[in-house]
């Protein structure tokens, strides 16, 4: 491509609104246009750099025998109530009607879609296993936009859903995929590690996210540099601490007057206890589908410990937009609590869900639900019941790993993709099964495999740039040669740009040729912005046949010849072109 004729328009000042670098770099490079919060168009080399990304994908989803489709982002509501979705779903789902009312929405996802194709097409035992992939337009109207590419309302997104006939089929399945976005994100350039990653209410070792790490990430991943374990903080396990020893004789529960310790510090301060031996209690209310007050929840964990929220709606099995802290006064007049001093005894017509540490320690410290008060020696199973005990813990930096007990430690990551079982959650509800040998019907086993192409672009940058620029990975570059022409007026110079521009093209490298009538600073510093892997300036030696030679990623520039310049090129563009 030649400069001259192409539409970019870099930016020399950062826009105001774009906090992270791949964002800033992204609108400085004019590779991005937004048009409102969350949605942005794609210019020349922004375009090109995500249809490689997706080339990539393309290229390692066919490898795995998987099918490309292309279904509409536009979904009709009744196959989203089939699943129970179309209300549990929140406000994320971006709902539209047609002129006669009948509700749609924009697609954030196509389980349904894709269950929908299969149970239609599908009936014997002989049609599967199958996957079908689709690279599609995704809406989300996001809470909080934010970063660009890598948080927004419209994205682009790689998302393959996987039929077997049944839990083996689909563990191949997983792992085929599970290989595959290895390869996708090596390739990509990435440093990335598949994390252990919630499954919501379905449960089970079910799920992997692809983790890029960069400080910006939103995800926050606990991970053991003694042995694999990598988890999402969502997801991640906690060890129950050591339980109080057998032999620690119960104490006879006791209420002491403790005036004003409405905090865990405050009143372990107060009776002089470690926060160890202190029970915090947290208030919900919860809402149905319809929004409406739906019930209260008091979640109770050991006082230094902090609440998970994904493992408590896990356990309520309930969206996590259907639970919210409580009104202190309305959910005391309900049940007893009182806001600072609640404890598990004493408290009525709302769900207790105690964290699993909790039935293990003896002669506890909690609030009595009386103003100004709380309970010693406070015993599970003597003094308090509950209605669900399970995990409802963080595993913090330094808590003992769930698989090894070595201390654990905290990173951040950018999800770049996830691999999810589905197993029989939506063919059950939607009718999808196959028939066996006897004629037996039995439901699908599903997975679906997601990757965020935007957002792993974006992640690239994250991870490839400095203070100048991006420093695209060869394989996803929106060209991977750029000739600076430094005087287009000179007949020499003008030549051998020319002959190395078409040498490159014809054996198949991507070159930019900077043919502009501009100053040679203003060249040099587009070049920097708009960051090719390869630059070759073609300037003042031209004549003799020699040309500087220089890698966006090191700082040293070479002479060479012509020829050698166009053949040390072809040579990079060809080892690093599949990034493994
Ligand atoms: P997140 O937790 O970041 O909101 P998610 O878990 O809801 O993401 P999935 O439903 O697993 O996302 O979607 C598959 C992939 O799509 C994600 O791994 C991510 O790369 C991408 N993705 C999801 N939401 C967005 C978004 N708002 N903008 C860009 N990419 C997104
Ligand atoms: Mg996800």
Redesign the pocket.
């Known amino acids: 491509m030649r400069f001259s004729k192409t539409y970019v328009r870099t930016l020399r000042e950062v826009p105001t609104e774009a906090e992270v670098p791949s964002h800033i770099l992204m609108l400085r490079a004019g590779m991005i246009r937004k048009l409102v919060s969350g949605v942005y168009g794609f210019m020349p080399l922004g375009w090109r750099c995500l249809r490689k990304v997706e080339e990539i994908v393309r290229e390692e989803m066919d490898a795995t025998g998987a099918q490309e489709i292309l279904m509409s982002a536009i979904q009709p509501a009744e196959l989203w109530e089939e699943t129970g979705r179309w209300k549990a779903y929140g406000p994320e789902l971006w709902r539209i009607k047609d002129r006669n009312g009948r509700d749609f929405c924009l697609g954030p996802?196509h389980e349904e879609i894709f269950t929908d194709i299969i149970r239609d097409g599908v009936s014997s035992y002989r049609q599967l296993p199958v996957t079908l992939y689709q690279i599609q337009t995704k809406y989300?109207d996001?809470a909080r936009p934010r970063f660009g590419?890598?948080?927004?309302?419209e994205?682009v997104?790689k998302d393959a859903y996987s039929f077997d006939l049944g839990e083996e089929g689909l563990d191949v399945s997983y792992q085929t995929m599970y290989d595959a976005y290895s390869r996708i994100f090596t390739r990509c350039g990435l440093t990335f590690r598949p994390v252990e990653a919630d499954s919501g209410a379905i449960g089970g070792k079910g799920s992997h996210?692809f983790t890029a790490f960069t400080e910006i990430g939103?995800s926050e991943i606990a991970y053991c540099e003694n042995c694999e374990m990598a988890a999402n903080i969502e997801r991640a396990e906690c060890r129950d601490c050591d339980p109080s020893p057998t032999d620690e004789a119960l104490l006879p529960l006791e209420e002491v007057h403790t005036p004003g310790t409405k905090t865990i510090e405050e009143v372990a301060g107060f009776l002089g206890l470690p926060k160890e031996k202190t029970i915090k209690a947290l208030l919900f209310q919860k809402y149905d589908e319809d929004g409406k007050e739906d019930g209260y929840v008091a979640a109770f964990i050991r006082g230094d410990r902090e609440l998970n929220m994904t493992k408590l709606v896990n356990a309520l099995n309930i969206p996590e937009f259907a639970i919210a802290f409580a009104d202190e006064d309305k959910m005391g007049q309900a049940t007893g609590s009182v806001g600072g001093f609640t404890g598990p005894c004493g408290l009525h017509d709302c769900t207790i869900v105690v964290d699993s540490e909790l039935p293990g320690l003896k002669n506890m410290c909690a609030g009595a639900c009386k103003v100004d008060h709380h309970l010693v020696n406070v015993n599970y199973g003597r003094d308090y019941q509950a209605d669900i005990v399970t995990d409802l813990k963080v595993l913090k930096e330094g808590d003992a790993c769930p698989v090894c007990g070595a201390p654990v430690r905290h990173t951040r990551g950018i999800?770049?993709?996830?691999v999810f079982k589905l197993r029989t959650k939506y063919s059950q509800s939607m009718g999808a099964t196959y028939k066996d040998e006897k004629q037996q019907e039995h439901p699908i086993y599903m997975g679906c495999y997601?990757?965020?192409v935007?957002?792993t672009m974006a992640a690239i940058i994250e991870q490839h740039h400095d203070e100048k620029g991006i420093i695209w990975p060869v394989s996803v570059a929106p060209y991977h040669v750029i000739i600076t022409l430094v005087k287009p007026q000179d007949e020499a110079q003008a030549t051998v740009a020319e002959q190395i521009y078409q040498e490159l093209t014809a054996r198949g490298v991507d070159v930019l040729l900077d043919d502009r009538n501009e100053r040679p600073g203003v060249k040099f510093n587009d070049a920097d912005l708009l960051v090719m892997p390869i630059r070759i300036t073609v300037g003042k030696r031209a004549a003799e046949g020699v040309v500087e030679y220089k890698l966006r990623r090191e700082e040293e520039k070479e002479d060479l010849t012509v020829e050698e310049a166009i053949a040390r090129a072809d040579a990079l563009v060809k080892a690093e072109i599949r990034g493994i």
């Open positions: 996802t989300r996001e590419l890598l948080r927004s309302r994205f997104m996210e939103e999800e770049v993709g996830q997601g990757i965020g935007t957002r």
